[in-house]
C-alpha cells in the first residue's frame, strides 16, 4: 500500500492503511525509516517500517506530496506492548553551559519475538538543548510515551477483571452444592421462607 506525506510541517504524518485498523492518532519518525499508529478504539497499535518514497503524486487524502511506500507493517494488541522510554543522548559543550543534544529517540518493547524493540527517532542532528527543535521533538517523544504508558495501563485494568471475572466463575461445583444443601436446611427448618430461599439458590447458581 502506497500513501503520501502531508506537508504541513519538518516532522510529517504517513497515512496508514491497515485492514482491520483505523488510526486515530500517528506520526512518522523524522528519519522516515519507522512509525507508529494507535487504534484506540479498538485497542490496537501498529508499528511501521517505511521504505524511501519513489515519487510525488496525489495521495488518499487528496494532498499532493511524496508517495511512500510501508515495507512492512506489525499491529498488535496493548497488552503485547512490554515497556515504553524516552531516550536523549546529550555530549556536553565544553566551555559552553548549554549541552548538545543528539538525539532524541522513543524505544517500544513488544512482545515480539522476532523484532521485538522499535524505535521512533524525533531528532537526529545536533543541536542545544532546549533549543525549538529540542523541546518540538521532546514534546513529540513524551507525547507518544505517555499515550503508550496509557495504552499499558489500560491493557492491565482490562486484565484484572477478566481474571476477577474468571475466578468468579470458577466456583467449584461441590462448594455450590453443599451451600445448596445449606440454604435447603435453613429452609426447612423455617429459618428462610420459601421466597428467600429462592433468591441466595439463583445467587449461587448465577
Known sequence: RKHSELKKSSQKTESVYVDGFTPTQQIAGIDKVTGIAIDEVHKKLCLVRYRFPSAWAVGQDGVYGLVWETASSIVL????????????????????????????????????????????????RRTSANS??????????????????AAIHASEVRAAREQEAEAAAAVPAPVVADELRKLAQLRDDGVLTEQEFQQQKARLLT
Open 77 to 124: 494488541r496493548y497488552g503485547d506492548i512490554l515497556s515504553v522510554e524516552v531516550f536523549e543522548d546529550t555530549a556536553p559543550s565544553h566551555g559552553v553551559s548549554t549541552n548538545v543534544v543528539l538525539r532524541v529517540e522513543l524505544h517500544i518493547i513488544v512482545k515480539k519475538t522476532a523484532t521485538p524493540t522499535h524505535t521512533i527517532v524525533f531528532l537526529d
Open 132 to 149: 525549538v527543535d529540542h523541546r518540538a521533538a521532546m514534546a513529540q517523544a513524551r507525547h507518544w510515551h505517555g499515550v503508550l504508558q
